[in-house]
């Protein structure tokens, strides 16, 4: 992994970075009215509201998202962290100070000139001081208040919110935590660790990340979901890829094709779709044999928006609004399928979309 750059660039579409992230996903009942959505009007960014109403100014270079009620602004080689009414909270020179991560868990990084890390709450207090040059990376933001970071020589490690290191790992990879346990990986085993650092167990094979009580572990031909306490919940057969729970279902691939398991391994949707994606806030985007549109489901496998879609670099962010390609369009669709914005910079372009603005 490469060292973090005092000036870092990170594209705010990064679909598991921002959400995987995510801390700032809201339950799927709650109200959306209040979610903002940055956009970029003659050259300049503003919010919208889930209705796809300005709110606010259209005044700033660049915008991040709205994370746990917070966005990052820049304007005039300042940047500042705002609230949802655009009040700055906390501003800073760029010459001085790069914000180089998404706010999460209350804080979010920093990196000086010299050489420094910092995790800072929205205020701009000081949480944490890291010497950047002791690590080879660190992760831009604390999950399960907890760190991921690769040390000088070459080992990954696992630091708390006060910079203590918790667990070094050696040469095995980590993710972060997730469920207050992380895993632990090379290609030939998998191992969890619990909140403490403190090795829970290990197995033979590919295991994926905890999620909703447990994790799938595939080793040769064989699949399972294990427990928290190590005990087996099922078995899958002729399984030739899955992904971790999401909102109760978890997605497996048998025979090419994609669908959809509860949490006892019983079929919930159907493997009929040659490409999908987890579920967020109850809808999830598929693709259909045959098309290369995208449609969305709801978790009866019932068609919410169908073969509309060409492309998407955000699922609904908040619940309420997805950044998706129709026609030849990038824009925000909401839950019914409808555009409330349209003409966005492409996701893909990171002189549009890069922050801080390049």
């Known amino acids: 992994m490469s060292g973090v750059r005092v000036k870092t660039i990170f594209m705010l579409w990064a679909f598991i970075v921002l959400m995987l992230v995510i801390g700032c996903w809201e339950n799927s009942n709650s109200d959306h009215s209040s979610s903002l959505f940055p956009v970029k009007v003659d050259g300049k960014w503003g919010y919208i509201d889930s209705t796809g109403s300005i709110v606010g100014e259209i005044k700033y270079e660049g915008l991040s998202f709205i994370s746990e009620g917070f966005g990052i602004a820049y304007a005039q080689n300042t940047w500042s962290v705002i609230d949802q009414k655009g009040k700055a909270f906390f501003v800073a020179s760029l010459d001085s100070l790069m914000p180089v991560g998404n706010i999460n868990e209350g804080v979010f990084k920093v990196a000086s000139k010299e050489g ?77 660790l619990n909140h403490q650092g403190e090795l829970l167990y290990c197995f033979r094979g590919r ?4 999620s909703e009580g447990g994790f799938f572990l595939k080793d040769r031909n064989e699949t399972k979901f294990i427990n928290k306490d190590g005990s087996i919940r099922f078995y899958l057969e002729a399984v030739q890829d899955m992904y971790s729970f999401s909102e109760g279902l978890a997605m497996i691939k048998k025979e090419g094709l994609w669908g959809y398991i509860d949490k006892h391994g019983k079929i919930s949707i ?89």
């Open 207 to 210: 295991g994926l990340t905890f």
């Open 116 to 192: 420094y890390g910092y995790f800072l709450t929205v205020s701009g207090e000081e949480m944490l001081k890291l010497d950047q040059r002791k690590f080879h990376w660190t992760a831009s933001e604390f999950n399960d208040e907890r760190l991921i970071v690769s040390l000088e020589n070459g080992d990954f490690g696992i630091l708390n919110r006060s910079g203590k290191l918790l667990y070094q790992t050696g040469k095995y990879r980590i993710d972060n935590y997730s469920e207050k346990v992380a895993r632990v990986y090379n290609s030939e085993e998998t191992c969890y």
């Open 270 to 358: 159907p493997n009929r779709y040659s490409s999908a994606h987890s579920f967020h806030h109850d809808l999830a985007f598929v693709r259909e044999q045959g098309t290369d549109l995208w449609s969305i489901i709801d978790k009866k496998g019932s068609i919410v928006v169908d073969k509309k879609i060409k492309d998407m670099a955000q699922p609904f962010f908040e619940g309420a609004l997805a950044l998706v390609k129709v026609d030849d369009t990038w824009c925000y669709m909401n839950r019914k399928g409808e555009i409330v914005w349209k003409n966005m910079p492409s996701p893909y372009s990171e002189t549009q979309w890069s922050i801080p603005p390049s």
